[in-house]
C-alpha cells in the first residue's frame, strides 16, 4: 500500500512539470489555438514548421499549433480555460470579432501595444477591426471583407454590369432571374438573408458611416444603446430589401448560398473573400465568375464594408510569443498565406512586392477584395456585441420574414431594437460596474 | 448489525463522493446561483431575486425552444418506438440470415453522432441535394424551417435505433419459448402471438427504451449543434442548445444556473410522480 501510495505521490508531483511550457529537447513551447481547417489549415501547419525549423531552432523556440474548431468553438475554450484556471489558457489564440467584446474586458488579454510589437505596416482598415479604447486587441492575420460574387457569364449574356446599388440590383432582378414553364423559380437574382456580418456593409456604410450601437460599435467601450433603429438605418435597408424580394427573385436561404450560385440557381451571392478559392473550385470553370464590391443600400451609402476575419489574441508577454507574432505578419509569410488561402494580406509592404502584384494581375477576382478594403472608410468597423449568436439569427429570422411578408417592415425594426438592447442591459448588469 | 452498516456504507462511499462532487454540490450551487446576478468571470454582483427567471420567461426565444422541443418529442418518440419495435419483431425469430438483418439494424451504432450529423448534413444540403437526387423531390431539407426539424427527427431515430434494437431484440429473444409454443397449440397467429403474447410479455423492456427516447428528446442538443445550429432562423433551437447558446457561447450564468435550477426540479418531480403512482399501484396488488 506505501509502496502505491510513494508511485502515486511522485507521478502526482512529476505531471506539472511534463505539463509546463517546455519540450523535451529544452525548447519554450508556444501554443496556439487556431481555427484554420482545410486550405488555411495545411497553410498555417507549413507556415509553423519553417519556423520551427528555422527561427525556432535558433531561438529556442517551437510552435505547437491546436486546431480547436471554428471561430467562436476558440472563444467558448478560451472563455472556458479562463474561467477555470488561467495557466490553461494557450499563449496566443486565432479569435474573430465576436471574441473582442470578452477580450476587452477580459484581465488575460495582452493588448498588441503591451507586446511592444510594430504595427506601422499593417493595413488601417484591418487595425480598425480589432482596436479599442484599450489598444489593438489582437494582430489582424487571416483578415477578409464581404464581397459580391457574380456570374459574369450570365450578365455578359444580357449585357449587364454588376449593380452598384441594392435598387439596380431589384431592376435587373427579373432579367437575371428564371422561371419554368409551370411557373417556379428556376433561377433567382440573389440568394442569401443578410445577418450580422452583411449589414455591416449595408447598415454600417449608410451617411458614409453609421453604427449599430453606441460606443463606435463598442470599441470604444462596452455598448449601452442601440443606434440603427432610432438612426432609421436598419428601416432604410429593410425598405430596399423588401423591393427586391417583391421582384420574387429573392431565395431567402439562409445557407447554402454558394452551391446554390455554383450550380448557376443564383446570379449574384454575398460571401466572405475568404470563399474566393473555394466557390472557383466548386463552379470548376462552368461559367465565369465575377466579383465586385458590395452592392450599396442608397445612392449616399459610400463607407464601403468592414474587414472581417480573425486576429491573434496574446495571453502572454514572454518574448518567444512576440517573436511568433511577428514572424507570422512578416511579409514572407503573410504572402504565403494570403495565396494560399485568398485571405487579404495585412501587411502593406506586400503591396508594392512585384511577386505579389504578378499574383494580383494574374488573380483579377483576388484584387477586387484589396480594392474594396482600400476604398472602404476604415471607421466602418464590425459590431462587439454580447450574444452575437444569438443576435445574428435574429437578424436573420427578422429579416427572411420581412422579405416574406409575413411581418412589417416596423416590427421587424423594433423585434430587433429591443433584441440587441435587451442584450446589452443584461450584458451591463452582469459585468460592468 | 452495526458492522454490516458500516460495511455497507463503505461499499457505496466512492459513488456517493462522486454523486457529491459532481451532482449535488454543482446542484445546490446552481439553485443559489440562480437567484444572484454573477458577472461571466464568476463574481458576485448581487442579488437578483426571481430576475433571473423573469428574464428566462420573458425571452421569446426560450419559449419558443421549448415549443420546439415539445414538437421534437412528440415527433420523435413514436417514430422511433414504432420503428425500432417493428424492426425487433420482424427479425426476433433466429434464422441463417438473422446476422444479416441484425448487422444493419445495428450498424448506426459503429458510428459517432457528429459523424452522421456532418453526413446528414452533406446529404440534405441545398435544392440539389443528394436526397432530392434519390427521390426526385425538389426540397430544400435544411433550410426551411419546417423541413430542417424534421431532419433532425430522422437524425435522432437513426442515432437512437442500435441501442433500442438490441433492446428489444433480447427481450424478444428471452421470452420463454414454451409460452409462444402453448399459444401456436391453442390457435393463435402469427399476429396474434405477437401483439396478445409477445408485446405484452416485453412490454417492461419497451418501456425502458420509451423512457430513454423521452429522455434523450427533452434533452436534445448534440445533433442540432451539429446538423442545423438551431436554423434556419432559429427554428431547431432546443431548451438545451438554448442553454448552450446562453450558457457557453454568450457566458450568461443568469441563464445558465436558472435552466439547470428548472430542468432539475421538473426531473425531481417527474420521478418523485413516478415512484408516488408505482407505490400505489403495488398497493394495488
Known amino acids: 500500500m506505501k509502496k502505491l501510495l510513494s508511485y502515486l505521490l511522485v507521478v502526482l508531483t512529476a505531471f506539472p512539470l511534463i505539463a509546463m511550457g517546455s519540450s523535451e529537447s529544452g525548447k519554450e513551447i508556444v501554443t496556439i489555438w487556431h481555427c484554420s481547417s482545410g486550405r488555411a489549415g495545411t497553410a498555417l501547419e507549413e507556415i509553423i514548421d519553417e519556423f520551427n525549423s528555422t527561427i525556432g531552432e535558433e531561438k529556442g523556440i517551437e510552435i505547437e499549433a491546436v486546431y480547436q474548431g471554428l471561430a467562436n468553438d476558440v472563444i467558448t475554450k478560451v472563455k472556458a480555460a479562463a474561467s477555470a484556471d488561467i495557466s490553461s489558457l494557450p499563449d496566443i489564440a486565432q479569435l474573430d470579432a465576436t471574441a473582442c467584446l470578452d477580450m476587452m474586458n477580459a484581465d488575460y488579454l495582452y493588448t498588441i501595444d503591451e507586446l511592444g510589437i510594430d504595427t506601422s505596416d499593417i493595413m488601417p482598415q484591418a487595425m480598425g477591426a480589432f482596436t479599442s479604447y484599450k489598444g489593438l486587441l489582437g494582430m489582424p492575420f487571416s483578415c477578409s471583407l464581404l464581397l459580391a460574387y457574380y456570374n459574369k457569364t450570365l450578365f455578359d449574356s444580357l449585357s449587364l454590369k454588376a449593380p452598384e446599388t441594392l435598387d439596380e440590383l431589384t431592376a435587373i432582378a427579373p432579367l437575371l432571374g428564371e422561371k419554368d414553364s409551370s411557373g417556379n423559380v428556376t433561377r433567382y437574382a440573389f440568394?442569401?438573408?443578410?445577418?450580422?456580418y452583411e449589414l455591416g456593409a449595408f447598415i454600417g456604410a449608410q451617411k458614409g458611416l453609421s453604427y449599430f450601437?453606441?460606443?463606435?460599435?463598442?470599441?470604444?467601450?462596452?455598448?449601452?444603446?442601440?443606434?440603427?433603429?432610432?438612426?432609421?438605418?436598419?428601416?432604410?435597408?429593410?425598405?430596399?430589401?423588401?423591393?427586391?424580394?417583391?421582384?420574387?427573385?429573392?431565395?431567402?436561404?439562409?445557407?447554402?448560398?454558394?452551391?446554390?450560385f455554383a450550380s448557376g440557381r443564383?446570379?449574384?451571392?454575398?460571401?466572405?473573400?475568404?470563399?474566393?478559392?473555394?466557390?472557383?473550385?466548386?463552379?470548376?470553370?462552368?461559367?465565369?465568375?465575377?466579383?465586385?464590391?458590395?452592392?450599396?443600400?442608397d445612392e449616399n451609402a459610400t463607407g464601403g464594408v468592414n474587414i472581417g476575419g480573425e486576429a491573434l489574441f496574446c495571453y502572454s508577454d514572454s518574448d518567444a510569443v512576440k517573436t511568433v507574432i511577428e514572424y507570422l505578419i512578416s511579409t514572407e509569410v503573410q504572402?504565403?498565406?494570403?495565396?494560399?488561402?485568398?485571405?487579404?494580406?495585412?501587411?502593406?509592404?506586400?503591396?508594392?512586392?512585384?511577386?505579389?502584384?504578378?499574383?494580383?494581375?494574374?488573380?483579377?477576382?483576388?484584387?477586387?477584395?484589396?480594392?474594396?478594403?482600400?476604398?472602404?472608410?476604415?471607421?466602418?468597423?464590425?459590431?462587439?456585441?454580447?450574444?452575437?449568436?444569438?443576435?445574428?439569427?435574429?437578424?436573420?429570422?427578422?429579416?427572411?420574414?420581412?422579405?416574406?411578408?409575413?411581418?412589417?417592415?416596423?416590427?421587424?425594426?423594433?423585434?430587433?431594437?429591443?433584441?440587441?438592447?435587451?442584450?446589452?442591459?443584461?450584458?451591463a448588469r452582469a459585468n460592468i460596474d | 448489525m452495526k458492522r454490516r452498516e458500516l460495511k455497507a456504507f463503505a461499499y457505496i462511499a466512492p459513488a456517493l463522493v462522486m454523486a457529491l462532487l459532481f451532482s449535488y454540490l454543482p446542484l445546490i450551487r446552481s439553485f443559489i446561483s440562480s437567484f444572484l446576478t454573477i458577472s461571466q468571470s464568476g463574481q458576485i454582483r448581487g442579488f437578483a431575486g426571481f430576475g433571473n427567471y423573469i428574464r428566462l420567461?420573458?425571452?421569446?426565444?426560450?419559449?419558443?425552444?421549448?415549443?420546439?422541443?415539445?414538437?421534437?418529442?412528440?415527433?420523435f418518440v413514436p417514430l422511433n418506438?414504432?420503428?425500432?419495435?417493428?424492426?425487433?419483431?420482424?427479425?426476433?425469430?433466429?434464422?441463417?440470415?438473422?446476422?444479416?438483418?441484425?448487422?444493419?439494424?445495428?450498424?448506426?451504432?459503429?458510428?459517432?453522432?457528429?459523424?452522421?450529423?456532418i453526413v446528414f448534413s452533406e446529404m440534405f444540403r441545398g435544392r440539389i441535394s443528394i436526397i432530392n437526387r434519390m427521390f426526385s423531390t425538389d426540397i430544400a431539407w435544411l433550410e426551411s424551417p419546417g423541413t430542417a426539424m424534421l431532419v433532425l427527427v430522422i437524425l435522432g431515430v437513426f442515432l437512437d435505433f442500435g441501442i433500442d434494437y438490441i433492446l428489444l431484440l433480447s427481450a424478444f429473444r428471452s421470452i420463454d419459448k414454451d409460452v409462444i409454443d402453448a399459444a401456436r397449440l391453442d390457435g393463435a397467429g402469427p399476429m396474434q402471438s405477437l401483439f396478445l403474447i409477445e408485446l405484452p410479455m416485453i412490454k417492461p423492456m419497451l418501456s425502458a427504451t420509451v423512457f430513454m427516447a423521452i429522455?434523450?428528446?427533452?434533452?436534445?442538443?448534440?445533433?442540432?449543434?451539429v446538423l442545423t445550429e438551431g436554423g434556419p432562423f432559429r427554428s431547431t433551437e432546443t431548451v438545451m442548445y438554448y442553454y448552450y447558446l446562453e450558457a457557453f457561447r454568450s457566458g450568461n450564468r443568469a441563464v445558465e444556473s436558472t435552466i439547470a435550477t428548472l430542468s432539475v426540479s421538473i426531473s425531481i418531480a417527474a420521478m418523485a410522480a413516478i415512484s408516488l403512482r408505482r407505490r400505489h399501484a403495488r398497493k394495488d396488488f
Do not use: C
Open chain 1, 191 to 196: 440568394a442569401g438573408v443578410p445577418t450580422t
Open chain 1, 213 to 260: 450601437v453606441d460606443m463606435e460599435n463598442g470599441h470604444q467601450g462596452t455598448p449601452t444603446e442601440v443606434l440603427f433603429g432610432k438612426e432609421g438605418t436598419f428601416r432604410n435597408f429593410l425598405e430596399h430589401w423588401k423591393a427586391l424580394a417583391d421582384t420574387g427573385y429573392l431565395n431567402s436561404i439562409p445557407s447554402g448560398t454558394t452551391a446554390e
Open chain 1, 266 to 297: 443564383a446570379a449574384m451571392i454575398l460571401a466572405s473573400s475568404s470563399n474566393l478559392t473555394r466557390i472557383l473550385a466548386d463552379v470548376s470553370g462552368r461559367f465565369e465568375v465575377g466579383t465586385a464590391f458590395v452592392p450599396k443600400t
Open chain 1, 335 to 427: 504572402m504565403k498565406w494570403s495565396q494560399a488561402t485568398g485571405y487579404v494580406a495585412v501587411n502593406t509592404e506586400i503591396y508594392s512586392n512585384p511577386e505579389y502584384i504578378a499574383f494580383l494581375e494574374s488573380n483579377p477576382a483576388y484584387s477586387k477584395a484589396i480594392e474594396q478594403a482600400e476604398a472602404s472608410n476604415p471607421k466602418v468597423v464590425g459590431i462587439w456585441l454580447p450574444s452575437a449568436y444569438q443576435i445574428y439569427y435574429s437578424f436573420q429570422s427578422n429579416i427572411m420574414e420581412v422579405a416574406a411578408g409575413s411581418i412589417t417592415i416596423d416590427q421587424a425594426v423594433d423585434n430587433m431594437v429591443s433584441i440587441v438592447q435587451t442584450a446589452l442591459d443584461e450584458y
Open chain 2, 57 to 75: 420567461f420573458s425571452d421569446d426565444a426560450f419559449i419558443r425552444s421549448i415549443g420546439h422541443t415539445i414538437i421534437f418529442t412528440l415527433l
Open chain 2, 81 to 117: 418506438t414504432v420503428l425500432t419495435t417493428a424492426a425487433a419483431a420482424l427479425t426476433r425469430r433466429k434464422r441463417k440470415m438473422s446476422p444479416v438483418a441484425e448487422f444493419i439494424f445495428l450498424s448506426p451504432m459503429a458510428v459517432s453522432l457528429s459523424a452522421y450529423a
Open chain 2, 215 to 225: 429522455k434523450d428528446a427533452l434533452l436534445i442538443s448534440a445533433p442540432v449543434m
